[in-house]
């Protein structure tokens, strides 16, 4: 528990299932940070497109990466990346990022490193984390678990509404079999596969509006008594 008797919130999921989302409003209405953990392995896919460094290279991984500084700050409610003093974070859902972020988290000394730092942070104060081993492999002892699903087809559609307020052209059907794929190796993936933590509870939001999951979970936390004497939430 933090400073200010909330809790640790693991927040799972796959792909365009809402978790980003759902985290920042979550963290907004309890008035905690939100780190967006998966945006941390967005940044060194990122580092390493820009310095040319091949995904499937783990010893030019190691190397890129051995001397830099990853500090993740919160400004104004918002998470920001930097890399050696660089910020990173306009560049995260870049579709080439999009792409090679999953291969990228799958190298064991990669997950190895951002788990210490996520760790570290999560230790400050209650915090909202999201990401896709966050209650099975990073906090397997975080007081709330939400493991958050929708349909392949609802999910596709929130990510195709995404790249259309970027301005990116993207087929429907492609990023159907794009995501679904990802499904796929996240679940598969030797390190740290994407499930459901046993105590993690399941919302499926492919009906649900943001207010409407938000609400449940805050629901699931008075239900654990997680939320301090006298919250008006």
């Known amino acids: ?41 967005r940044a060194l896919t990122y580092w ?7 995904i499937d290279d783990p010893e030019g991984l190691r190397d ?5 500084v990853m500090d993740v700050r919160f400004a104004q409610g918002k998470q920001e990346i930097y890399i050696d003093e660089t910020d990173v974070t306009p560049y995260l859902r870049l579709k080439d990022v999009s792409e090679l972020v999953s291969p ?8 190895e490193l951002m788990v210490k730092k996520q760790r570290e942070i999560a230790a ?23 493991f958050l699903t929708a349909s392949l087809e609802e999910r596709t559609r929130r990510r195709h509404l995404d790249f259309i307020n970027l301005g990116i052209s993207m087929d429907f059907e ?9 499904d796929l190796r996240d679940s ?37 008594n997680l939320l301090p004497e006298g919250n008006c939430l």
């Open 1 to 41: 528990m933090s400073n200010n008797n909330l809790p640790v919130i693991a927040i799972d999921g796959p792909a365009g299932a809402g978790k980003s989302t759902i985290a920042k409003e979550l963290a907004e209405r309890l008035n905690i940070p939100y780190l967006d953990t998966g945006a941390m392995y």
């Open 64 to 68: 890129l990466y051995k001397e830099i």
């Open 188 to 224: 598969t993936r030797e390190i740290a596969p994407l499930e459901q933590a046993k105590d993690a509870c399941l919302v499926d939001t492919t009906n649900l509006n943001i207010e409407e999951v938000v609400d449940l979970i805050i629901a699931l936390l008075k239900q654990k």
């Open 104 to 111: 990228l988290s799958a190298h064991p000394f990669i997950r």
């Open 124 to 146: 400050r104060n209650g915090i909202v984390l999201d990401g896709r081993d966050i209650g099975t492999v990073v906090l397997p002892d975080a007081p709330m678990k939400i």
């Open 48 to 54: 390493a497109l820009q310095h040319q460094v091949e």
């Open 174 to 182: 492609q990023l159907k079999e794009e995501i679904a794929a990802r």
